[in-house]
C-alpha cells in the first residue's frame, strides 16, 4: 500500500502533515508548561496543575476521536469496529472527569491515561486497516509519548511531595 501524503486545503499546497505537526507541537505547549509550573513554579498548587492538564486531556482525547471518525469518513466505508473504538475514548474522558470530582483526580489521572493509549491503539489499528497515514501516525505516537510523561511527571511530583 501506498502511502500518499495529504495537502492543506489552505491552497498553498503546504503539505497537511507540516501543519499538523506543528499544531500537535502547540498542543504540547499546556502539558509542557503544566510540569513546570508542578515542579518550579509558584502560582498554582501541583494537585491544579494536574486537574488542569486532565481536562485538557479529556479536550485531545476527544478531539483525536473525531479526527480518527473524520479519516474513516472520508473514505466512505469504516469497520465498525474502528468508528467504536474511535469513540470509546471520549466516552471514558467525559466520566473520568466527572469520577475525578468526586473521588479524586487520582481516578481521572487513571482512566485518562487508559483512554489516551486507546486512541492510540485506535490509530495504530487504522494504519492495518488502512485508513491512518503513516506519517500521522509516527506523530500521534510522539505527542502521546509527550502528553503522558507530562501527565505522569505531575502526577509523580504530587505523588513524591
Same mark, same amino acid.
Given at each position: 500500500?501506498? !502511502?500518499?501524503?495529504?495537502?492543506?486545503?489552505?491552497?498553498?499546497?503546504?503539505? %497537511?502533515?507540516?501543519?499538523?505537526?506543528?499544531?500537535?507541537?502547540?498542543?504540547?505547549?499546556p502539558f509542557v %508548561?503544566?510540569?513546570?509550573?508542578?515542579?518550579?513554579?509558584?502560582?498554582?498548587?501541583?494537585?491544579?496543575? *494536574?486537574?488542569?492538564?486532565?481536562?485538557? *486531556?479529556?479536550?485531545?482525547?476527544?478531539?483525536? $476521536?473525531?479526527?480518527?471518525? $473524520?479519516? &474513516?469518513?472520508?473514505?466512505?466505508?469504516?469497520? %465498525?469496529? !474502528? &468508528?467504536?473504538?474511535?469513540?470509546?475514548?471520549?466516552?471514558?474522558?467525559?466520566?473520568?472527569? *466527572?469520577?475525578? #470530582?468526586?473521588?479524586?483526580?487520582?481516578?481521572?489521572?487513571?482512566?485518562? *491515561?487508559?483512554?489516551?493509549?486507546? %486512541?492510540?491503539?485506535?490509530?495504530?489499528?487504522?494504519?492495518? #486497516?488502512?485508513? #491512518?497515514?503513516?506519517?500521522?501516525?509516527?506523530?500521534?505516537?510522539?505527542?502521546?509519548?509527550?502528553?503522558?510523561?507530562?501527565?505522569?511527571?505531575?502526577?509523580?511530583?504530587?505523588?513524591?511531595?
Amino acid at each position: 500500500m501506498t !502511502d500518499t501524503k495529504p495537502k492543506s486545503p489552505a491552497g498553498n499546497g503546504a503539505p %497537511a502533515l507540516l501543519l499538523a505537526a506543528g499544531l500537535g507541537l502547540l498542543a504540547l505547549v499546556p502539558f509542557v %508548561a503544566g510540569v513546570y509550573e508542578a515542579y518550579v513554579g509558584t502560582t498554582l498548587l501541583p494537585e491544579r496543575v *494536574l486537574h488542569i492538564a486532565l481536562v485538557y *486531556l479529556a479536550t485531545i482525547v476527544s478531539f483525536i $476521536g473525531g479526527v480518527q471518525w $473524520g479519516l &474513516m469518513l472520508a473514505r466512505g466505508r469504516a469497520p %465498525a469496529l !474502528d &468508528m467504536v473504538l474511535g469513540v470509546v475514548p471520549a466516552l471514558i474522558a467525559w466520566p473520568a472527569l *466527572l469520577l475525578g #470530582q468526586v473521588w479524586g483526580d487520582a481516578w481521572a489521572f487513571g482512566l485518562l *491515561l487508559v483512554a489516551l493509549i486507546l %486512541a492510540w491503539g485506535a490509530d495504530e489499528r487504522g494504519h492495518r #486497516q488502512g485508513w #491512518q497515514h503513516t506519517g500521522f501516525l509516527q506523530l500521534r505516537r510522539v505527542l502521546t509519548i509527550v502528553v503522558a510523561g507530562c501527565v505522569i511527571a505531575i502526577g509523580w511530583h504530587i505523588v513524591r511531595g
